[in-house]
């Protein structure tokens, strides 16, 4: 059974930084497009970032310039680096990837369980 795991969330000062990973447990044969995402008290979910097999990023506009996506193929891994951060980033951000399983034919949507990003003086 793969699960997503998140890390790096916390409390951080306005202009400070964050840095989020998100890595696979479990038996991975392959992952896809990994996004972040993030849902602040009262609203929807939203994407915040995805970045593909082959490396492309797509960022929110909300995020350009301030966030950057990046992945290790060789260690499984996604993170998400926040600089710049403002308190309208304060939000529980979740991890999202197709992933397939050795030894399955299909690949299959996992989330993380969320890690929370609290920006505030």
């Known amino acids: 059974q793969v699960h997503l795991v998140e890390s790096g969330g916390g409390l951080v000062q306005p202009g400070g930084s964050l840095r989020l990973s998100c890595a696979p447990s479990?038996?991975?044969?392959?992952?896809?497009?990994v996004g972040w995402y993030r849902q602040a008290p009262g609203k929807e979910r939203e994407l915040v970032a995805v970045?593909?097999?082959?490396?492309?990023?797509n960022y929110a506009n909300s995020v350009k310039g301030r966030f950057t996506i990046s992945r290790d193929n060789a260690k499984n891994t996604v993170s998400l680096q926040m600089n710049s951060l403002k308190p309208e980033d304060t939000a529980v951000y979740y991890c999202n990837a197709g992933i397939r399983e050795v030894g399955a034919a299909l690949h299959y949507d996992y989330w993380g369980q969320g890690t929370q990003v609290t920006v505030s003086s």
């Open positions: 479990g038996s991975v044969a392959e992952i896809e497009a």
């Open positions: 970045i593909t097999s082959l490396g492309r990023t």
